[in-house]
């Protein structure tokens, strides 16, 4: 994992490749070929996202804060999920965490201070470390 301060890992040569030719060619994203209709994003890579993930189901997002509400409101609705200060940010136009953690059903219990958080920070009586 890389942090989002520090860019995006270099992707391999194949990778690089396909890109331009996706720029370079039409390419039917959320078009139906077969039935000439609007089709759906997910079919073109779900199948390759579950066995990659051995997830039994997959979607696609346009974006961090898409994918953080999805992830917050199917695994944390009602829950408290712990989060360092430092981490209570706001990312592009109007992602803020803790606004999209309380539109997602969840819990937001800061921990630790703006610049620094320690392990000990969310081993307080009041947070409680999930089961492994």
């Given at each position: 994992m890389l942090h989002t301060n520090l860019g995006?890992?270099?992707?391999?040569?194949?990778?690089?490749?396909?890109?331009?030719?996706?720029?370079?060619?039409?390419?039917?994203l959320e078009y139906d070929l077969d039935t000439g209709g609007r089709g759906d994003r997910d079919d073109v890579v779900e199948a390759l996202l579950r066995e990659l993930t051995g997830a039994e189901a997959a979607t696609v997002v346009n974006n961090n804060a898409a994918a953080v509400f999805l992830l917050l409101n199917t695994l944390a609705m009602r829950k408290e999920v712990v989060v360092s200060r430092g981490e209570l940010v706001e990312i592009g136009g109007a992602f803020r965490v803790p606004d999209i953690m309380s539109r997602a059903g969840a819990k937001l219990k800061e921990v630790g201070t703006t610049n620094r958080t320690h392990l000990r920070d969310s081993s307080r009586p009041s947070v409680r470390a999930p089961p492994c």
């Open positions: 995006r890992a270099p992707l391999p040569e194949e990778a690089v490749e396909a890109l331009v030719n996706a720029a370079r060619y039409p390419c039917a």
